[in-house]
């Protein structure tokens, strides 16, 4: 039998790209495992320690994960100058050429520097906010290290911050939104007329939040705005997740004819909004009414028409007038990034190069009879099309082959939260529902599936030309051995093992990248309350799949001049 020369090339291709693409999976569970047990500290050194996470062309990965984890160990000062590191060198390779990619000058699509999802570039900005916020609410830079040399190391003790300090540490969270709203306003006119991720809600909703505790005249105008905005991006582009609307695949399929039916038909035709929707519009109206009611009080009667705000969202807006409490709970681990197996024709490749020799017919049929390549599940459907998302080329009646795209396990928010408040006697003294402003795994799912789908042409086509290649080969060989009737059994049998030894590399030569910001959140919920002077204690409710649980956040103090104070809390179970 003679084996081809490019099995060896594929061999050293899959040695190679296994270790790429799918290098980190193992670190990645257990970060996931050590965060779910608030073992932050252990995290971190995992991914110190890690080759993986040191690869340069990891460095954004190795920046986020330790800045999320240092954040969620409430070492806020330090995650702060991590995520600043981040920030910068995401938004350089945001605004990198593709022409300078390097997956121009390598076999493999799915293997390249890790550029960031878009979504994940925003989330950073959004932690960069939070920990300025968080920073000027604990009032101190806590005590940390610093490397000196090769190998000396510095010990910095905490210092508390002075109120001037704590201003600016104010200031500079509203600075961050800020350039959260340029990074999505590029974002936004690179990425028009598609219903892919360009425009964060979470930076309306918590932009206005830190507007809002700012609270200057011109702050105060633009949070009333930005809470407006938050209305047309649950038409624009929040329709496309399944959280807020039922029909989020025809509102996805149908995207690119929005602009000529205008807000009103799409709304009319391709969403219906779901609970998390509705609560989310509720909450949002209150924003608005108790802004304008500040600033703007003549305008009232106009705004609820407008947003078709209910007189008991009016009233509860009146009761909770300068709302001193706000509650930010991010919830869970966002879903798992895994490979999916996708499918491709052979057609189109049996006509080309290797095969024209044989003929496209024969071929095909050697691959089915003698090699076992058959038509992929009838219940199939690529990459990104179980969301709505168009797909290039579905080419894939005939003989097909498989190989390997990520895809996110995705199986959408099923909780409803409350905010509980407990005085010292342990009574409750109020309960606020909260609302959903960042379904992350909705976001990542799509962010994902929008990938995958415009890699599934490209390197479908790719595959099967090298894929129909290897099927010549291993034809040729068959052809050879069977010349000799005796032989027919023996030269299946090495068709068969020459064939899958040269696919199997050529698998593993594209294996899916499964790198993704792993430890965030699965979900982002806000809501507001007004407190008296007091001490309290403060619960999560959640229900989850009939199942109820109340999870003690901690003690609250509100003080006589309290005007704006953020509670922070991330449940991990």
Known sequence: MVIQKPFYLYLFLALFFFSCASGGK????QLRSLIKTSQFDEAIKVIENSKVYKEKDNKLLFLMEKGLLLHSAGKYYQSSKILEEA??????????????K????????????????R????????????????????GFYEAHTVSEGKDGVRNIPKRVLTASEIRTRQMSARAEVLAWDSFLKDLKSSRSGA?????????????????????????????????????????????????????????????????KLGERNVQAQFINETGYAKNLKNYLNERIVDLSLSIRPRSLNKIKKRYSISEDIIKSAKANRNANVTILFQNGVIPLKVAQKEYFGLGKAAKDNAAAQIGAAVL?????????????????RP???????????????????????????????????????????????????????????????????ENAASLYGRVGARLAVKHVAAIAAAYATYKLMSKNKNNAFFARQAAVFQYIATAKGIEA?????????????????????????????????????????????????????????????????
């Not at 009574?427 to 960042?438: F, G, M």
């Open 509 to 573: 030569s594209e294996r899916a990248d499964t790198r993704y910001w792993s430890t965030l959140p699965s979900d982002v919920w806000m809501g507001k309350l007004k407190l008296p002077e007091g001490k309290y204690q403060v619960f999560i409710k959640s229900h989850h799949s009939g199942a109820q649980k109340e999870t003690h956040i901690g003690p609250l103090e509100v003080a006589k001049e309290t005007k704006s104070t953020l509670v922070n809390f991330r449940s991990l179970n």
């Open 87 to 100: 920030r910068e060198l995401g938004r350089k390779l945001y605004t990198t050429s593709i022409s300078n």
């Open 383 to 449: 990459a990104g099309a179980y969301l709505g998302l168009r797909v290039a080329e579905v080419a894939v009646t005939n003989a097909a082959i498989s190989f390997e795209l990520p895809k996110i396990q995705n199986h959408g928010v099923d909780s409803v939260n409350h905010v509980v408040v407990k005085n010292a006697e342990g009574k409750v003294v109020a309960t606020r529902p909260l609302s959903l402003v960042a379904p992350l795994g909705d976001i990542a799912e799509q962010a994902v599936a």
């Open 195 to 259: 219903s892919v991720f360009k425009n964060d809600l979470l930076a309306k909703v918590f932009g206005a939040y830190i507007h809002e505790m700012i609270g200057t005249p011109t702050d105060l105008q633009i949070a009333l705005q930005l809470y407006k905005d938050c209305h047309t991006l649950l038409i624009r582009n929040y329709g496309a997740y399944k959280s807020f609307n039922t029909l989020y695949q025809k509102y996805n399929e149908n995207y690119k004819k929005f602009p």
């Open 364 to 380: 095909t049929v050697f691959a089915a009879k003698q090699l076992g390549l058959l038509p992929p599940p009838r219940s199939y």
């Open 119 to 138: 979504y994940e570039i925003s989330l950073i900005h959004f932690y960069q906010a939070l920990n300025h916020l968080l920073i000027a609410n604990q």
């Open 102 to 117: 390097v997956q121009k000058m390598i076999a493999n699509d799915n293997y390249d520097i890790y550029y960031g999802e």
């Open 26 to 29: 193992k670190e990645r569970n």
